[in-house]
């Protein structure tokens, strides 16, 4: 089946599911997104692998200390980044040369991430004294905190070129220490000390370090996994209480509260949240009794792989000439430099879908503070599709011309300029 369709609708939405038994390659792709891979591998156990005969020294698995320090401490705040008089906290960094371009792409993307959801600007150096150098030294590791002058952030080729794994050790950068030794922790985790040997007892050392009044988060890109220096094979060092199922150690990214904890820690003032489960909904409704003037919301939905299928339920936002002062923009992306698949979306007639290309999608509302703009929205995961916003294009079912797989859950949205109609489709 071929099947070609010409647009001139505003929104169009063409949508297929098919229902058949499958069994789940986890190596099968369709338009390269794959499938979720084993969970096995959590963060730490890559860190921890991958660290291996690291000749640096290194607490709790992967933070070394300032230099002529022995502890990982920051008494009176001398380890975090300041903040300019503009609320951005500007961080110079330089990336080794000696990476490829694509494991460049994979930090760059990492980084951007800070820069969507937090007030965390890492930024090219020029002359600065203090920046970060990102490096592929010994093993994935960091400096807790700003230390000074050129900071090595370690990310080895190989085992630590994983988002999740840069972004923990540019967390401790930051001043973030691991989520299971927070002073709390006893009433979240039990610690089996007898699968632990005394010489590696210091690693799990409870901090004294600030929790910022935010809960515990097992799903924090910060924790560690359960089997972390254990010395007896299959014994869990770290078992989550009261529910012992609970996942740690996921190693895609940082969690909302990862995030939430960044911006209470640098006081960032922003509104962001971090979706990250395979299906969820959301709303502005959370800023209703506080929305401040002139600040943007942001929105960032990444999940761990296929692409997602975004649509709003309801929409309210007071009309303004050219949608200009309230409105809501998607990227296919997750960054604001990605393209705008959705731009000044402000009415209630305006309520199309749209198909990710990747498995990340921004969804920022805009405000000037006048009105409390109000949406509500709700995503899923596909395997395949594509959002049109050419005036004409073309699609095909996957694995074309063989039989699509059974199962297998596709959508494709057509979006004209408003005031065009979509012409009827047709089939080759
Ligand atoms: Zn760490």
């Known amino acids: 089946m071929d099947l070609k369709i010409r647009l001139a609708l505003f929104a169009s939405h063409f949508y297929f599911s098919v229902g058949f038994p499958i069994q789940v390659n986890t190596e099968q792709s369709y338009e390269g997104v794959a499938f979720p891979e084993s969970e096995e591998e959590t963060i730490f156990s890559l860190i921890l692998k991958s660290n291996k005969g690291s000749k640096t020294h290194l607490y709790e698995g992967d933070i070394t200390p300032k230099r002529h320090r022995n502890a990982i401490v920051c008494p009176f705040n001398w380890c975090f980044w300041p903040k300019s008089s503009n609320g951005l906290v500007v961080i110079p960094y330089v990336i080794s040369s000696s990476y490829t371009h ?195 919301s942001v929105w960032l939905i990444r999940i761990p792989a296929n692409k997602i299928f975004l649509q709003f339920s309801s929409l309210y936002i007071q009309s303004s000439s050219d949608c200009a002062s309230n409105h809501i923009l998607v990227y296919d992306g997750g960054s604001r430099g990605d393209t705008v698949f959705l731009n000044k979306l402000c009415r209630p007639t305006q309520l199309p879908s749209v198909v990710s290309s990747g498995n990340m999608m921004l969804v920022e509302l805009v405000s000037d503070g006048t009105t409390l703009p109000k949406f509500k929205a709700s995503y899923s995961s596909v395997q395949c599709g594509k959002t049109f916003i050419a005036m004409n294009g073309k699609f095909k079912s996957p694995l074309y011309p063989s039989h699509y797989p059974p199962l297998t859950d596709c959508a494709w949205i057509m979006i004209a300029p408003e005031g065009s109609k979509v012409s009827r489709g047709y089939l080759l």
């Open 102 to 296: 694509e494991e460049k792409a994979l930090i760059v993307g990492a980084i951007q991430e800070y820069e969507t959801l937090t007030c965390i600007h890492f930024v090219d150096r020029t002359t600065e004294t203090d920046y970060i150098y990102i490096s592929p030294k010994d093993g994935c590791w960091s400096y807790f905190g700003k230390v000074g002058g050129s900071q090595v952030v370690s990310v080895q080729k190989g085992g630590c070129m994983r988002k999740g794994i840069i972004q923990h050790e540019l967390n401790h950068a930051l001043g973030m220490l691991h989520e299971q030794n927070r002073n709390d922790r006893d009433k979240y985790v039990v610690i089996a000390w007898q699968y632990i040997s005394p010489g590696d007892f210091y690693h799990f050392k409870p901090t004294r370090a600030n929790n910022l009044g935010l809960k515990y988060d097992y799903s924090s890109v910060m924790h560690y996994h359960r089997f972390a220096f254990s010395n007896t094979s299959g014994k869990a060092t770290i078992t989550p209480f009261p529910d012992s199922t609970v996942p740690i150690g996921q190693r895609f990214g940082l969690s909302n509260l990862d995030v939430a904890k960044i911006n209470k820690l640098y006081k960032c003032g922003i509104h962001s949240t971090l979706l990250s489960n395979m299906t969820g909904s959301f709303s502005s409704t959370i800023y209703r009794s506080s929305y401040p003037k002139n600040t943007n």
